[in-house]
T-cell receptor, first 110, second 114 residues
Framework: GEDVEQSLFLSVREGDSSVINCTYT??????LYWYKQEPGAGLQLLTY?????DMKQDQRLTVLLNKKDKHLSLRIADTQTGDSAIYFC??????????FGTGTRLTVIP | KAGVTQTPRYLIKTRGQQVTLSCSPI?????VSWYQQTPGQGLQFLFE???????NKGNFPGRFSGRQFSNSRSEMNVSTLELGDSALYLC?????????????FGSGTQLSVL
């Protein structure tokens, strides 16, 4: 079955760039997503990338997709304390059926 | 525009009881999906409804059920509660469930089974 793996923790200093990595096994995914979850809140869609793209940039966020290696990454430029949260990558398995990774807890040190 | 609203926010039940959780999607959204989030299993898809019909179902036992009303509001029910059902239950909505659509999540219902 599908498997989506992420490292559990990442700490960065405020102002530095953060890179969160994700590997997946299902090569048929059309879209891949990045979600953010803050304490006590639901998930917020940050960005997504179509599977035939290599890169997508959206303000401070850059998504890189390597289909050959089934590797997805999210880069956050100029990381702020408000970026501290859990970040999930996900791919689609059907209508609104997302398969989520384990989540990476990002801690931004002032 | 109001977001996805889930009620109640917190719930405490005992083993063997049943529970009903409610979700009001964003106005105009017709697809509603439910997820279970636990520390051990992470986020897992329960089911998705569109126009009152279940279109997709995850790998959960029959004790987990749901329904959608004509106004797109949805409920999920868990019968014969087990300790392992303790979790954050998240509801999400989108216009029609298309892959490129933005999926909006509610804040969830935190269920504790004692």
């Amino acid at each position: 079955g599908e498997d989506v793996e992420q490292s559990l923790f990442l700490s960065v200093r405020e102002g530095d760039s953060s890179v969160i990595n994700c590997t997946y096994t299902d090569s048929s995914s059309t879209y891949l997503y990045w979600y953010k979850q803050e304490p006590g809140a639901g998930l917020q869609l940050l960005t997504y990338i179509f599977s035939n793209m290599d890169m997508k940039q959206d303000q401070r966020l850059t998504v890189l997709l390597n289909k050959k290696d089934k590797h997805l990454s999210l880069r956050i430029a100029d990381t702020q304390t408000g970026d501290s949260a859990i970040y999930f990558c996900a791919d689609t398995q059907g209508a609104n059926n997302l398969f989520f990774g384990t989540g990476t807890r990002l801690t931004v040190i002032p | 525009k109001a977001g996805v609203t889930q009620t109640p926010r917190y719930l405490i039940k005992t083993r063997g009881q049943q529970v009903t959780l409610s979700c009001s999607p964003i106005s105009g959204h017709r697809s509603v999906s439910w997820y279970q989030q636990t520390p051990g299993q992470g986020l897992q898809f329960l089911f998705e409804y569109f126009s009152e019909t279940q279109r997709n179902k995850g790998n959960f036992p029959g004790r987990f059920s749901g329904r959608q009303f004509s106004n797109s509001r949805s409920e999920m029910n868990v019968s014969t509660l087990e300790l392992g059902d303790s979790a954050l239950y998240l509801c999400a909505s989108s216009l029609a469930g298309g892959e490129s659509e933005k999926l909006f999540f509610g804040s969830g219902t935190q269920l504790s089974v004692l």
